[in-house]
């Protein structure tokens, strides 16, 4: 994803699987709630 290239660093992968929902497979668990608080820190 070429949106998400460059403006995120923090979180290049768990931006995918937190998109379409492939974080109810559980394979990007951890992931997933390091993104979340990237996410509260990042803001919008």
């Known amino acids: 994803c070429p949106e998400f290239?460059?403006?995120p660093p923090v979180y290049p992968l768990s931006v995918?699987?937190?998109g379409p929902g492939e974080d109810d497979?559980?394979?990007m668990?951890?992931?997933r709630a390091e993104a979340g608080r990237a996410v509260a820190l990042e803001g919008p």
């Open 16 to 18: 995918r699987p937190a």
């Open 5 to 7: 290239g460059g403006t």
């Open 25 to 27: 497979q559980g394979r």
């Open 29 to 31: 668990g951890p992931v």
